[in-house]
Nanobody, 122 residues
């Protein structure tokens, strides 16, 4: 499985971006997908996840502002980010698990995209 994340860029605080994660190879819509981010000097942190049934879960820091969705036919997962804040600045990674449900930790995910940089200016 290969994951390609895209859509990052520079945006002003309060703005929006939509990240895309395209999967290729031996993909399965039965596997959960997650988004993580890593700011400079910080550990990689959980942003949100979508399970095989379409259920979603978010970190408290982004709840109400970020939304994960997917297009099964395109093997693509999206992260819609609204009301962006300077503290959202980070490299964002998408990841794929091996089961329909996964946890919130990086070790719960088997495949990772290369990351896309999101910079929010205040």
């Amino acid at each position: 499985v290969q994951l390609q994340a895209s859509g990052g860029g520079l945006v002003q605080a309060g703005g929006s971006l939509r990240l895309t994660c395209a999967a290729s190879g031996r993909t399965s819509s039965n596997n959960a997908m997650g988004w993580f981010r890593q700011a400079p000097g910080k550990e990689r942190e959980f942003v949100g996840r979508i399970n095989w049934g379409g259920g979603t879960d978010y970190a408290d820091s982004v709840k109400g502002r970020f939304t994960i969705s997917r297009d099964i036919a395109k093997s693509t997962v999206y992260l819609q980010m609204n009301s962006l804040k300077s503290e959202d600045t980070a490299v964002y990674y998408c990841a794929s698990g091996l089961r329909p449900y996964t946890g919130r930790g990086p070790l719960d995910y088997r495949y990772w995209g290369q990351g896309t940089l999101v910079t929010v200016s205040s």
